[in-house]
């Protein structure tokens, strides 16, 4: 069982559109959690991480953590077509030997 | 100028065959890790290691193996290769490893085909 969770698995908005996208993890020990995102062929970029409840802001991306529901979002203003592209969620319970667990993915598409 | 360099970019091989995917991060990281990702599959964690010591092996055959020759060097030999393989395999260091020092920067990747 995937122990990340991402949806929608697919999204389409038009350019200069609000992208939100949902990631939620089934395992109550973590802690840390990170976007990262990845253009068709090319490796995955860390985009924003957030590790407090609340909000943190970088530019057009917003990311929200509520750590009692493990529930993390990220929202993107004004889209534009350069962010289609792969957005992976990624979570750690943050020992010292924790690793990173993905998600599957968001697929955002920004049609022009 | 690449800091997670992975040779080679892409890979064709034979079943049953044998390969050694490369990897050096000049980061100034701590720990290293492989990372697979396939259309059949999320990005998945293999092995982590720290101080050239292997931390954690979520990969079940033996078939895997990582090689540490320097803190800043982790291989991948995969031996007796099945089209199964076939995938993308990251390499990917992070500064430290608890808390914000598991962010992890992945190399470009090498592309593995097994036919």
């Known amino acids: 069982q995937q122990k990340v969770q991402q949806s929608p698995e697919s999204l389409i908005v038009p350019e200069g559109g609000m992208a939100s996208l949902n990631c939620t993890s089934s395992?109550?020990?973590?802690?840390y959690f990170w976007w990262y995102r990845q253009h068709s062929g090319k490796s995955p970029k860390m985009l924003m991480s957030i590790f407090s409840n609340g909000e943190k802001e970088e530019g057009r991306f917003t990311v929200h953590l509520n750590k009692a529901s493990l529930h993390t979002s990220l929202h993107i203003r004004d889209s534009q077509p350069s962010d289609s592209a792969l957005y992976l969620c990624?979570?750690?319970?943050?020992?010292?030997?924790?690793?990173?667990?993905f998600g599957k993915g968001t697929k955002l598409s920004v049609k022009s | 100028d690449p800091k997670i360099i992975q040779k080679p970019k892409y890979l064709v091989a034979v079943t049953g065959s044998e390969k050694i995917l490369i990897c050096e991060q000049y980061?100034?990281?701590?720990?290293m890790y492989w990372y697979r990702q396939s259309a059949k599959k999320p990005l998945e964690f293999m092995f982590s290691?720290?101080?050239?010591?292997?931390?954690d092996n979520q990969t079940a055959s033996s078939r895997f193996q990582p090689q540490s020759s320097k803190k800043n060097h982790l291989d991948l030999q995969i031996t007796a290769l099945k089209p199964d393989d076939s995938a993308t395999y990251f390499c990917?260091?992070?500064?430290?490893?608890?808390?914000?020092?598991?962010?992890?920067?992945f190399g470009a990747g090498t592309r593995l085909s097994v036919l």
């Open positions: 980061l100034g990281h701590n720990a």
């Open positions: 990917a260091s992070s500064p430290g490893t608890g808390g914000s020092q598991n962010t992890l920067y």
């Open positions: 290691y720290s101080y050239q010591k292997l931390m």
């Open positions: 990624a979570a750690s319970p943050g020992g010292s030997n924790a690793k990173l667990t």
């Open positions: 395992d109550r020990n973590v802690d």
